[in-house]
């Protein structure tokens, strides 16, 4: 007790704060837990993981991607619309087949039809089997560029891009090139004697189709695989913007972090002030991660 407290006849308090219990426990918490974290990291949203893959390289890659697959059925297509009915390659599509209970051919003209048929698409199976592995292969390729390059702009490498320049050119100049075989070989088949005769005996029964021209889906065919070509010369070009937009990146952060440094006040307010920009700037980067 003081002299005050035993002059005015009252006891002394004792502090509040020293006698409060709770008090006592959460101070010792405080110090055996230490100071709480004074923001926790931003949770990545949807929309922030649908933008590592929505990005004008990603888009591009998703339709490169599905005209690989249209390059795919239009070629399955033309080989059956042009195997004939009576070869297996046409799928039994037709009006008629050698199971069939009623056929126009019959004796010994049925039997030369099924052999020009059969030589035939023997003589385009080489377009079908090239444009298969090519256009699959193409796919394959393209999506692994868009599952490995789905990835922020600060951890792009600039290895990845470089290789996905190159694969985006050569899939260009490849694409114009395969089109360019295909026709040729395509135009080859039908000059042959083989489709000649083949072309005769179908239209001395009313079946105009099966004729020694170029046919509409091998027109797909060409038409889908130039769209590619330019699809892939087109990524080529924003890949290009893409190791760019990296290098700057990158310049500029190392700039910021070898700058001159200055005093310790004047780092304890950028490291404050950089704390509360913390989800601003994630915001930012995802942005700019979007341009490439």
Do not use: W
């Not at 256009?135 to 560029?145: G, N």
């Not at 489709?195 to 005769?200: T, V």
């Amino acid at each position: 007790r003081s002299t005050e407290d035993i002059r005015g006849g009252q006891p002394s308090r004792t502090s509040p704060v020293c006698s409060d219990p709770y008090f006592k426990t959460s101070g010792t918490a405080r110090e055996y837990f230490g100071p709480p974290p004074e923001r926790y990291p931003p949770k990545e949203t949807f929309s922030m993981k649908c933008s590592k893959v929505c990005t004008t390289r990603g888009i591009l890659k998703f339709v490169e991607i599905t005209v690989n697959l249209l390059v795919l059925i239009c070629v399955g297509a033309a080989q059956a619309s042009v195997a004939g009915f009576t070869s297996l390659g046409g799928f039994s599509t037709g009006s008629f087949s050698l199971n069939s209970a009623y056929s126009p051919f019959e004796g010994t003209e049925l039997q030369e039809v099924r052999e020009l048929d059969m030589q035939f698409t023997q003589m385009r199976a080489p377009c079908v089997y090239g444009g298969v592995v090519f256009s699959l292969t193409a796919a394959a390729l393209t999506l692994v560029f868009l599952v490995v390059g789905a990835k922020p702009i600060q951890q792009l490498r600039m290895g990845l891009l470089a290789s996905e320049c190159a694969f985006n050119l050569l899939a260009g100049v490849a694409y114009i090139a395969a089109v360019g075989l295909y026709l040729h070989f395509v135009s080859q088949v039908n000059s042959t004697e083989v489709c000649k005769r083949r072309e005769r005996l179908y239209a001395r029964r009313g079946y105009t189709s099966m004729n020694c021209v170029v046919q509409g889906g091998d027109a797909a065919v060409s038409l889908f695989g130039v769209t590619a070509a330019c699809l892939y010369f087109a990524s080529f070009v924003v890949c290009i913007l893409a190791i760019r937009t990296v290098r700057a990146f990158r310049s500029h952060a190392a700039k910021a972090q070898h700058s001159p440094k200055s005093s310790i006040r004047d780092r304890s307010i950028r490291n404050h002030h950089a704390i509360h920009r913390t989800s601003e700037s994630s915001h930012n980067v995802q942005a700019l991660a979007t341009l490439v």
